[in-house]
């Protein structure tokens, strides 16, 4: 227990924090000295040093005061109860205070003078009560035990009464009894000490008021239903100086409680309604329900000026003391109370107007300290913290006025910068960020939603112009959209892609604008130049597309330069070398190199190793050949791209079908069509086996699965473009064979067309497999149609590609004879003897020409030339019967030409005068001529000869013997058609 030094020596140190004393000076304040205690009643009696059971009530009542007035009055109950000893060390059953459960009834205290009305319970009100001893707390009560004796009270003399109770009358209600129900509590009992003197018991009537009723208590009853009376924390604070109550009240009539069920606690009205009810109200503010308040739940301050008249003291000096920590409040301090009491929270608000009204006087720093915060309209939170000082409870408070300030506030607000931040500034902010979020929409919205949005739109159109053939268009809205377009006089950046310009390039491909479609690549490499995939895309292009094999080489090679070993473009770069090589042979050592290494890199791939085999059958390396073929002709699952597996096979069964090797191409054929069937190469090499073993219904099938393959790939690569155009032709020709001539006009036509279109856009050059097509075409109307300068046209064509043959140069030469354009048909009948087998045709036909340009001589060594071949070809016979074998036919029809012609050559030549003699042998000639002419004009059956004078010979043989005016000699001038042309007349 410390000293009254130590206490001293603490608040100093107290004084001391904080600067208060210079800040309370700078105010014009001073600090105020808290007093030191009262002593309290046991002190003031000396009752430490008794021993509790020296003292007896008798001796407590003879102190106070009290003993005769008992006598009087008959305490002989009083006497019982005190002399009924608790049993030393138990402590009692209630821990506060409170009334025996069975003690039900008042009527022994002197109120049954006069009794209550029936309703009078229903007027009882505890209000007026509430204002005078709300929040006292009664402490002290729990402290007293069963043997301790209340000395002190016979100093109470019966004249003595407390203050205020005398004006209390019968008719007179105690607010808030209505809102009191058994559990409340009894603030403010606790702090009761002995000390207090309670002056005016000395009154108190005895008569029939005894406590009999006391000494019916018994030691088993409970005090359970008084417990809520009175309680540690909450209580009647009468440690106050000077507080008395005067309870004398000998002329008002009391009404008589007969027991607490006449006291009506009852909140229900007539119907059974409850009048007033807080409901969940008070949970949020921390009331409980039955604490009642003013009507408008703003409890008055006026109690702040009637405490005086309610805890009036008779003792005068301790008024004298108390009055120095009094202090007063101006009506203006007053407003500024209520005013600020008005904006707390509900739940501060009523527990500090309870306070307030509780408080024994305004005195103390404490409570000073509390009315100068609420006269300065101090924050709710620090008005929140003084009283839980004061009063230790916690008041929670509603986050809205968590940071309310208070009366500085309320100046502070009506300040510029208050003004402002409370009222301009959110405007201000509100816009700045409606500005904010504005801008950013309309910066997002423009970037992210309408740029791409208008360049997807001009990608969109410049496609579709170019699908009308409308490039410069579409090129121009592909700019646009790439580059930026004009908006008034803005200039809008574009939304660039890089993989538009692939989308374009292709749209370029599909209308087959080869140039416009590199110009894609070109501008893709520009813009991106470490884009891989565009290194490769732009080689293909270039390799399988264009044919420009060296202008892709150095496409890929740059690729390769930024990414050395990229599996796609080394083999593209293979490839490219591989049909680069069709052109330039010395580029297949660049192919091997490729796959070599790209080999050495990935090793065991089947892709490359069928690279190799298509190296290996381009320089026809058997062996290797057979190696790959015997590895893959067997295996079962060949990994890699399943359409060049199908190609590469068909390629190597084309290998065995160049050589006749059909059994071995069967298997490879088939294993290629069920690996990929969409393949068009591997039909394209069925329908050439089955051409090869005579089966033309399979070979029109398989020539149709080509074409349509070939058609659903586009673009074809130069490779493809040559098998399509020997597609059409073989079709063409087997529909002239079948004599369905206009199908195979059809056929030739289109084959023609896409041979011309791929020249046209540089895909192919000049080839002898296409220059087959026009000659078909030409044979067509040299033969059917009978169209010779037509014929003449598409021959020309097919030496123009390389198409070079003696049937052709024999034709051109039967043309120019036709047209008597014989120097051309000397010209080309010469190469048809260069380029033909059977040259006898083709040497009378040169023959012929060589009479018509006056070269006799010339004329008649050709037909030398030929009497020699007949003459041996007759010689090497067994017999000759041209009536039954067409060849016979032939071979003396020939005879019969020969030697009339022959004949003609001789006679023009003694005509010259230049060697009269020629005439002998003309007509030796015709004499030759004449025998072959019989055995084919006798009749075989009668051996008749036919009339000779019908006969070139004899017409010749006479204008030779007898000369007449108008007669002359003739020759055989027609010539055959073909250079294998039977002579069957």
Do not use: C
Request: aromatic share 10%; proline share 4%; glycine share 8%.
């Amino acid at each position: 227990m410390p000293t009254r030094e130590d206490i001293d020596s603490f608040k100093q140190q107290v004084n001391l924090w904080g600067n208060e004393a210079e800040v309370l000076e700078s105010m014009g304040e001073t600090i105020e000295d808290v007093q030191p205690p009262e002593p309290s009643l046991e002190e003031s009696l000396n009752l430490g040093e008794l021993d509790q059971d020296d003292i007896s009530m008798d001796d407590f009542l003879s102190q106070v005061g009290l003993d005769e007035s008992l006598e009087d009055e008959g305490s002989s109950g009083l006497d019982e109860l005190m002399d009924d000893p608790v049993p030393t060390g138990q402590a009692p059953e209630t821990d506060d205070f409170s009334l025996p459960g069975d003690l039900n009834d008042f009527g022994d205290l002197g109120f049954d003078e006069a009794p209550l009305e029936e309703d009078s319970a229903e007027d009882f009100s505890l209000d007026s009560l509430n204002e005078m001893i709300d929040g006292d707390e009664l402490s002290g009560l729990d402290d007293l035990s069963p043997g301790e004796e209340l000395s002190g009270l016979d100093d109470l003399s019966s004249g003595d009464e407390l203050p205020g109770l005398n004006d209390l009358s019968l008719g007179d209600e105690l607010p808030g009894l209505d809102d009191l129900s058994l559990g409340d509590e009894l603030p403010g009992l606790e702090d009761l000490s002995p000390a207090d003197e309670l002056p005016g018991l000395d009154d108190l009537s005895g008569g029939d008021d005894d406590l009999e009723e006391l000494d019916e208590l018994d030691e088993d009853d409970d005090l359970e239903e008084l417990d809520d009376l009175g309680s540690e924390d909450e209580g009647f604070d009468l440690d106050a100086p000077g507080e008395e109550f005067d309870l004398t009240s000998p002329d008002e009539d009391l009404p008589e409680l007969s027991s607490f069920d006449d006291m009506s606690l009852d909140m229900d009205d007539e119907n059974g309604e409850a009048q007033f009810s807080l409901g969940d109200f008070g949970e949020e503010f921390n009331f409980q329900e039955g604490i009642s308040f003013d009507d408008d739940l703003d409890a008055s301050l006026d109690s702040l000026d009637t405490l005086d008249d309610t805890f009036l003291m008779d003792d005068s000096d301790d008024l004298e003391i108390e009055e120095e920590n009094l202090f007063e409040i101006s009506e203006e301090d007053l407003d500024s109370v209520q005013e600020s009491l008005s904006r707390l929270p509900l739940n501060l608000k009523v527990s500090i107007q309870d306070a307030l009204a509780d408080a024994d006087d305004l005195t103390g720093v404490r409570y000073r300290k509390l009315v100068s915060m609420l006269i300065k309209g101090s924050a709710p939170r620090l008005i929140n913290t003084e009283f839980y000082n004061i009063t230790g409870k916690k008041i929670e408070l509603p986050k809205g006025y968590q940071k309310l300030t208070g009366r500085e506030f309320e100046v502070r607000k009506s300040g510029f910068f208050y003004q402002f931040a409370e009222k301009g500034w959110p405007f201000v902010r509100m816009v700045a960020v409606i500005l904010v979020m504005l801008g950013l929409t309309v910066y997002l919205s423009f970037n992210f939603l309408y740029r791409p949005l208008q360049a997807l739109i001009y990608y969109n159109q410049g496609i579709d112009l170019i699908e009308q053939d409308e490039y410069d268009q579409g090129v121009s809205l592909f700019n646009k959209a790439y580059f930026g377009w004009s908006l008034g006089k803005l200039t809008i950046e574009g939304w660039p892609s890089k993989s538009r310009f692939l989308e374009y390039a292709d749209a370029f491909l599909d209308r087959r604008a080869y140039p416009d479609a590199a110009h894609m690549y070109e501008g893709l490499l520009g813009e991106y130049p470490d884009y891989i995939k565009g290194y490769h895309e732009y080689g293909l292009f270039l390799t399988n597309i264009t044919g420009k094999y060296a202008k892709a080489a150095e496409i890929l090679s740059s690729g390769l330069g930024r990414d050395l070993y990229n599996y796609d473009l080394m083999l593209a770069l293979g490839d490219n070398y591989m049909l680069w090589s069709e052109e330039d042979p010395d580029k297949l050592e660049d192919a091997r190199f490729q796959y070599a290494t790209a080999l050495s890199r990935y090793d065991g791939n089947d892709e490359i190793m069928l690279r190799m085999l298509r190296y290996f059958l381009r320089v026809q390396d058997d062996g290797n050949i057979s190696i790959l073929s015997n590895i893959y002709s067997k295996k079962a699952g060949i990994r890699g791209d399943t359409a060049f597996i199908s190609l590469t096979l068909s390629d190597l069964a084309g290998y065995y079908i160049d050589r006749n090797q059909v059994s071995e191409a069967k298997d490879l054929l088939f294993k290629a069509e069920d690996i990929d069937t969409t393949v068009p190469d591997v039909h394209y090499q069925l329908a050439r086996y089955f051409r090869r073993t005579y089966n033309m219904d399979q070979e029109k099938k398989a020539l149709q699965k080509a074409l349509f393959y070939m058609d659903q790939t586009q673009p074809l690569n130069r490779s493809r473009i040559f098998k399509k155009i020997g597609i059409y032709r073989r079709r063409g020709e087997i529909g002239y064979e079948e004599g369905l001539y206009d199908e195979a006009e059809e056929e030739f036509v289109a084959g023609i067309r896409l041979l011309e279109d791929s020249q046209v856009r540089g895909l192919i050059g000049t080839n002898p497999e296409i220059g087959e097509l026009y000659a078909d075409m030409g044979n067509l109307h040299y033969e059917i149609y009978d169209d010779l300068s037509g014929a003449l046209n598409y021959f020309n064509l097919a030496e123009k590609n390389q198409y070079h043959t003696g049937d052709i140069a024999y034709r051109k030469g039967f043309i120019y004879y036709d047209q008597q354009q014989y120097n051309q048909a000397v010209l080309e009948f010469e190469s048809a003897l260069k380029n033909l087998s059977d040259t006898r045709n083709a040497r009378f036909a040169l023959a012929n020409t060589l009479v018509y340009r006056q070269n006799l001589f010339g004329a008649r060594n050709q037909y030398m030339e030929i009497l020699r071949d007949l003459k041996q070809e007759e010689s090497s016979l067994p017999y000759l019967a041209p009536e039954d074998i067409l060849e016979h036919r032939s071979l003396v029809n020939h005879f019969i030409q020969v030697y009339n012609n022959l004949a003609y050559v001789d006679y023009a030549l003694s005509e010259r005068g230049s060697d009269p003699a020629k005439q002998s042998q003309a007509l030796l000639s015709l004499t030759r001529a004449a025998d072959y002419a019989d055995r084919i004009d006798r009749d075989p059956d009668t051996q008749v000869r036919t009339r000779p004078e019908d006969s070139l010979v004899f017409q010749n043989t006479m204008a030779m013997i007898k000369p007449l005016p108008g007669t002359d000699v003739f020759m055989f001038d027609e010539i055959p058609r073909t250079p294998d042309e039977l002579l069957s007349k």
